[in-house]
């Protein structure tokens, strides 16, 4: 299964829509960014350029 991480105003509905399309499986997980959840050690491990 995959991650798809995202936040309102980043483009990640069109990787969603790809993924309902092909029937792929995933979960969302939704970071905030008012909180700098995108700097987060954790997120940075995932990403290190730290882009939603």
């Known amino acids: 299964m995959h991650t798809l991480y995202w936040a309102p105003g980043t483009a990640a509905?069109?990787?969603q829509a790809v993924m309902e399309e092909i029937g792929l499986e995933?979960?969302?997980r939704y970071v905030d960014l008012d909180k700098a959840?995108?700097?987060s050690p954790e997120y940075l491990a995932?990403?290190?350029g730290g882009y939603v």
Do not use: S, T
């Open 13 to 15: 509905f069109a990787p």
């Open 26 to 28: 995933y979960e969302l």
């Open 37 to 39: 959840e995108h700097r």
């Open 46 to 48: 995932v990403n290190p």
